[in-house]
């Protein structure tokens, strides 16, 4: 009896346990949801920068990205009017145009183009030859090792996946599906008098509230952007600022008539340093 009414006792007190234990699985589990869904949805808002000298780096790779034509550390690297940020929308917390979030976790990645396997700041120096149309800076330099602290703690949180086929990163612009459309210039030509010239003007050659998007101040032709169905993908999700809206045939046109202009031609020799730059020691002596 004695027993038995222990045994209830303790039943009861496992039932109490075990609606506790469920409540907290339940808390626990929405709270684990939303953080995965908040992780994978949203850029980072309210960012935390880490301790000490390392978010002082992030900070400093932050302001690079974002200035990166008059940045002390960066300036003299750059060949154009352009920043990262110009083409990584919200120095590249956008969920989309040109993403750095969860970017690091890809990386070494194969590079068709480079034939090598290639590590991020790699990554981060080719687009200074290419996009920025300027000199690849050291690696180890203090402008590559802040860019690459500042991209590594965007993706902070994203498991490793390094990528065996392309430098992309888990968030990269989608490519677009053509399906056998063919660009017209001539339509580009009308559709970016009506969409995109007040900003980036009529002449290309950009404004206050716009970058250059042709001409010696803009990308060359050795960027990604040089590419029509690359263009078209990034203006699909990027432009025009604020109103992404084109159709997949209207980015298409318009890509195509940017692209059709002069901008500087890319030579490989003319963007690498002499070789006692190409490489640095990168630590303390
Ligand atoms: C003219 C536009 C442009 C500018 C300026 C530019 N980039 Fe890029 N960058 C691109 C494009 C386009 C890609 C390919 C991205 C994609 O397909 O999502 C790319 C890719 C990258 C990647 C690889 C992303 C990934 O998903 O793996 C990194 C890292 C990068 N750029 C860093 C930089 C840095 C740092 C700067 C400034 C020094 C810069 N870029 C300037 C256009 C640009
Ligand atoms: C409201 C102003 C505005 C409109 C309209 C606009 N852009 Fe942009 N565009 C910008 C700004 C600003 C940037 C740079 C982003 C940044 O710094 O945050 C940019 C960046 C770009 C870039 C990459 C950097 C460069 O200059 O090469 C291209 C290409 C571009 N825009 C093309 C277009 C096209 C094509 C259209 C029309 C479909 C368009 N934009 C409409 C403001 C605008």
Known sequence: MQRHRNNKIAKQ????RKTRVARVLFVLATGAITFVATQANEPK??????LGELGKVVRIGEEIVTRTAEHHLSKQYVGNSLNCTSCHLDSGRHMQAGSFLGTAAAYPAWSPREERVITLEDRILNC???????????KGSRVSVAIATYITWLSEGSSIQMNSEKPLGPNHTPALDFNGMKPDLERGANLYANRCADC??????GSDDGPPVWGDQSYNDGAGLS???KLASWLKVAMPLDDATL???????IAAFVNSHKRPKFVLSEHLPDDVKLGEYNGKR
């Open 45 to 50: 808002a309210k960012p935390k920068y880490p």
């Open 128 to 138: 200074f030859m290419r996009s920025q149309n300027g000199i690849r800076p050291p």
């Open 227 to 229: 590419r029509i169905p």
């Open 247 to 253: 159709s997949t045939q209207e980015a298409l046109d």
């Open 200 to 205: 980036h003007r009529k002449d290309g050659m």
């Open 13 to 16: 007190l496992w039932k109490g």
